[in-house]
């Protein structure tokens, strides 16, 4: 008999119930077997990011310390902030970014979404996002999160993290294999 399939350890920047289920969406996708540790680890940025350069730099802070803090095979950060786009008006952004044992680099975002001019004015004068929307909305389901707010529930935070992780580790998994060859898996839709 062959050697058994290793378990990946992985070690996810954040104890969010949101951020975790995302992981858990994903990470199947990838290994067979694998074990997920959440650890409270610090973004190093602000609460309420305004760019997606800080944003991003909060995801990498993550992933990086919480793979360092157990010892894991892949850190994973997410990261959600406040962005300038197209057209003069602000965006919700999503970034995920991963980190290997050496210090390879795989990233990814999610589609972005904009914000109403009332919940931007309560951020940029210094509330988070949301504080912000619920000053404006009301109650905030923060597994949900704005997106499920704006789009009247058709989308969730949850799936946010989810694309953008999907894509962080694609990044990561051409880098280690050194090819743009690509290889359809059986578990992903479309697979064969």
Not at 13 to 21: C, F, L, V
Not at 32 to 47: A, D, I, N, Q, T
Not at 84 to 96: D, E, I, K, T
Request: proline share 7%; hydrophobic share 45%; net charge positive.
């Amino acid at each position: 008999m062959g050697d058994p399939v290793p378990t990946v350890r992985l070690a996810l920047g954040s104890q969010h119930p949101a951020k975790r289920t995302a992981v858990e969406r994903v990470v199947q996708y990838f290994w067979p077997r694998w074990e997920l540790v959440c650890l409270p680890v610090p973004s190093g940025v602000r609460s309420q990011p305004l760019s997606d350069d800080e944003t991003v730099v909060g995801a990498l802070t993550r992933a990086r310390g919480a793979r360092l803090e157990v010892d894991a095979d892949i850190g994973i950060g997410l990261e959600s902030g406040v962005a300038p786009g197209p057209l003069g008006r602000w965006y919700v952004v999503s970034w995920a970014v991963v980190v290997d044992r050496d210090e390879r680099i795989g990233i990814g975002g999610a589609e972005r979404f904009p914000l109403p001019e009332q919940v931007i004015q309560h951020v940029l004068a210094g509330l988070d996002l949301a504080t912000a929307m619920t000053q404006v909305f009301g109650p905030l389901n923060q597994e949900a999160g704005a997106v499920a707010i704006l789009t009247r529930g058709r989308r969730d935070r949850r799936e946010l993290f989810a694309a953008a992780l999907l894509q962080a580790l694609c990044d990561l998994e051409r880098q280690r294999s050194g090819s743009l060859h690509v290889i359809r898996s059986r578990a992903a839709p479309g697979g064969k």
